[in-house]
Structures are given as C-alpha cells and as structure tokens.
C-alpha cells in the first residue's frame, strides 16, 4: 500500500506525463523531483516568491490544473503540507 506522500508523486508524475503530451517540458522541475521527491519539490517550489517560468507556461496552456500548486491544494494532500504552504500554493495561482 502505498503513502500519502507516494500518492502525491504520482499524481505529480501523471501531470508532467501530460505536460510532456501538450509539447511542454519542465527539466527544472524534473531535477528537483528527482532530488527532493514531490513533496519536498512542491514544498521548495512555493516558498518562492518569484513566480517561475513554469507556472507561467501552463497558464498559456491554459492547464494550471497540471500545476504543483494546483494539485498541492486536493484536499486529498492537505494533511502533506502546512497552512502557509498551502496558502503559498494558492497566492501564487493567482499571481499568474
């Protein structure tokens, strides 16, 4: 049985599988899952307050659904991540 934690990576790893599908590529962001896992990738994502490249990229998609943000926010992971970044997540969602 997989983890929460597990759980939130595939959901992560089935969004960059569709980015990939709609001709978008985020290595960056690839690196960082690779080095952090998705939880500590989404949680270094958002303490940032520059709104990245990548964001910007599937708004033009119109699929901010694929977003880290977005997906940080399913009530399903909210146990994963603390209020601030969970509001990190959503300020930034409406920053771009």
Known sequence: MSTLSDQFTTRINDALAQ???L???PHRFEQ???TYGG???ARRLVVSSEIHDGLKS???LGRLDLSVEHIMLDPVFASLFTKSERDAAAWRLTQV
Do not use: E, F, N, P
């Open 32 to 34: 960082i899952l690779r």
């Open 19 to 21: 980015c990939y599908a």
């Open 58 to 60: 599937l708004k033009d």
């Open 23 to 25: 001709g978008y590529t």
């Open 39 to 41: 939880v500590g990738a």
